[in-house]
C-alpha cells in the first residue's frame, strides 16, 4: 500500500502507484480515519483506482468501511467508452435509500402517544428477513411496477403525484427492463413489497432538534420541534438476487485474469452484458421506490388512526447503492459519465435540472440517517461536491463493528432499556436485531456529517432527534 498523504484538512490521498489509474482520495478527520485504517477499506479505493475507465479518482467518505468490492462510503466514476459497471460498485441491497416524510405535528403530541404509534407502525409494516407483505400483485404487475417504480404504485391509489415528484428520478429509473430480470428474482421479490426487510433499516418517527440554516430550512418545509418519519429500506430479496444473477454472469462472461479482487468483476458499459445489468439494476432501484411508496400509504393510514388531523407529505426521497448516467465536469468539460455511488449519496446543487423545481433553487435535499438511537440529519447538495466528489456525499454513520461482533459485544435488552431511559420508544423482531445494530456498532454520526460540512460538499440544514424506533 502506498502511504496516505495529507492534502489539507479532512482530505488525504493514497498516491497513484503501480497498476493505478488514478489516485485515491479519501475525505475524513484523523479520528474517523483511525477508524477507516481497521479494515481493508483502503485497499478497496486502491483496487478501484486499477479500474478500466475511472475518471479523476477511487474516493472514500467520511463513513466509508469495508464493503463487496468496492468500499461502503465509495465513489468512482467511469468514462462511458472506456469504463465499466460493476455490481460490486453499487451492492446488493440496490437502491438502500431514504425517504422523509414531514408532519404538522410537533413533538409534545407524539410525547403522549410513543407505546401506541410503535406497537400500530410495527403491526402495519413488515420487517424481518423473508417476512412477507399484505401487498399482494400478480407477475405482470411487478414487471409494471418494475418499469414505473413509485409512478406505478401512486397510479393504483397509493398515494400523490407529490410524492414521487420529490423522489430523485422522480421514483423511477427510465431504463429499466423486466425482461432482464430473472424470475429467481421475481420470485423472491414479489410477496416483499411493502415490507422493511432486516440489516439496518428502519422506520423512525423524529422531531427537527435544531437548525442550521433557516433559509434553506424553510424552503424544505422544516421548523424546530416539527415531527419528522424516516424510512430506510430497500429492494429487498429481488434486488439482492439481480446483484448475484449478474456478478455470476460477468464472472462467466470475463474472469478474474485482470482484476486486483474478484469481487471487482465488471462489465464494459457499452457491452451487451453492461447494458443488461444496468437495465435489470433500474428495475431493482424502481422496486426500492415502489416499496417506500406502499410503506408510506401505511403510515398514513396509522397516523391518521392516532391523529385524524395529521398532514404528512414527502419531503425528499434519495438513493444510496446505486450506479448512474450524469452529466459532470471533467477536465474542464462537461461529460456523460457513470457514477457509482456505493453507501454514498447524490448531492447536487442549486440550478440542476434533476433536482425537483420547489428546491431547485437552494439545492437538493440530502437525507442522513444516523445509527439507532443517534441523531440523524438533513443537509443540502453544493457545487462544491460537483468539484470534489461527483456530487456525491456520506450516505449515514458507517459500521466500526461487524454484525457478528455486534452481537458478541451487545446484549438487546440493555440497548432497549437505555434508548427508553432517553426517550426513546423502540420494537424489533428480537433481541439480536437490535444487539447487531447498536448505537455503539457505528462511527459518530455527528463527526462524519461535520467533516462533509467543513469540506462543502453538502452543508447543514437540520438536525434530527428519534422517538419511536421500528428496526427491521
Known amino acids: 500500500m502506498p502511504e496516505l ?52 479518482a477511487s474516493i472514500a467518505l467520511s463513513d466509508a468501511h469495508q464493503g463487496y468490492g468496492f468500499p461502503i462510503g ?17 451492492g446488493y441491497d440496490i437502491n438502500c435509500s431514504v425517504r422523509i416524510l414531514k408532519t404538522n405535528l410537533k413533538k409534545q403530541d407524539i410525547l403522549k402517544k410513543q407505546k401506541e404509534i410503535v406497537e400500530a ?85 423524529q422531531f427537527v432538534d435544531d437548525i442550521f440554516d433557516k433559509e434553506i430550512a ?25 446483484a448475484s444473477d449478474y456478478i455470476k454472469l460477468m464472472e462467466q462472461e470475463y474472469g478474474f485474469k485482470d482484476l486486483p479482487d474478484r469481487e471487482l468483476i465488471n462489465a464494459p458499459i457499452e457491452s ?39 398532514k404528512i407529505d414527502v419531503l425528499y426521497d434519495i438513493c444510496h447503492n446505486i450506479a448512474k448516467f ?20 447524490r448531492s447536487f446543487g442549486a440550478g ?36 470534489l466528489t461527483f456530487s456525491s456525499t456520506v450516505h449515514g454513520a458507517g459500521r466500526v463493528k461487524s454484525r457478528a461482533d455486534s452481537i458478541r459485544s451487545f446484549r438487546g435488552e440493555e440497548i432497549k432499556k437505555s434508548l427508553s431511559k432517553i426517550g426513546i420508544e423502540v420494537k424489533a423482531g428480537s433481541w439480536k436485531s437490535l444487539a447487531e445494530e447498536a448505537p455503539e456498532a457505528y462511527k459518530d454520526i455527528d463527526e462524519v456529517v461535520e467533516v462533509v460540512d467543513e469540506l462543502g460538499i453538502s452543508k447543514k440544514v437540520a438536525r434530527l432527534k428519534p422517538l419511536v424506533v421500528v428496526k427491521g
Open 121 to 205: 407502525l410495527y403491526r402495519k409494516i413488515p420487517s424481518g428477513v423473508g417476512r412477507g407483505s399484505t401487498f399482494q400483485i400478480s407477475y405482470k404487475e411487478l414487471d409494471e411496477l418494475l418499469k414505473s417504480g413509485a409512478q406505478y404504485i401512486v397510479k393504483k391509489g397509493f398515494g400523490f403525484k407529490e410524492d414521487y415528484l420529490h423522489t430523485e428520478e422522480e421514483g423511477c429509473m427510465k431504463n429499466a427492463n423486466p425482461d432482464k430480470v430473472s424470475e429467481r428474482a421475481k420470485k423472491r421479490g414479489i410477496g416483499q413489497v411493502g415490507t422493511l426487510g432486516a440489516g439496518n433499516h428502519f422506520l423512525e418517527v
Open 74 to 90: 465509495g465513489v468512482a466514476a467511469f468514462d462511458m467508452d472506456k469504463g465499466i459497471i460493476s455490481p460490486g460498485g453499487v
Open 218 to 242: 424553510k424552503a424544505f418545509g422544516l421548523e424546530k420541534e416539527q415531527v419528522v418519519i424516516m424510512i430506510h429500506c430497500g429492494s429487498r430479496g429481488l434486488g439482492h438476487q439481480v
Open 272 to 310: 451487451k452484458l453492461g447494458k443488461d445489468y444496468y437495465e435489470a439494476m433500474c428495475c431493482a432501484v424502481n422496486f426500492a421506490f415502489a416499496n417506500k411508496q406502499v410503506i408510506t400509504h401505511w403510515v398514513r393510514e396509522e397516523m391518521q388512526k392516532l391523529f385524524p388531523k395529521i
Open 352 to 387: 440542476r435540472k434533476e433536482i425537483p423545481d420547489v428546491y431547485r433553487q437552494v439545492g437538493q435535499p440530502v437525507l442522513i440517517p444516523g445509527s439507532m438511537g443517534t441523531a440523524s440529519y438533513i443537509l443540502v447538495g453544493t457545487e462544491k461536491a460537483e468539484e
Open 5 to 56: 498523504k495529507k492534502i489539507s484538512k479532512n482530505t488525504y490521498e493514497l498516491p497513484k502507484t503501480g497498476n493505478m489509474n488514478v489516485p485515491g482520495i479519501v475525505y475524513a478527520s484523523e479520528k474517523l480515519l483511525n477508524a477507516i485504517k481497521k479494515d481493508k477499506t483502503l485497499e478497496q479505493v486502491k483496487n478501484v483506482a486499477m479500474l478500466p475507465g475511472i475518471l479523476k
Open 326 to 345: 450524469e452529466e459532470h465536469v471533467v477536465n474542464g468539460k462537461k461529460q456523460i459519465v457513470c457514477v457509482h455511488r456505493k453507501g454514498a449519496t
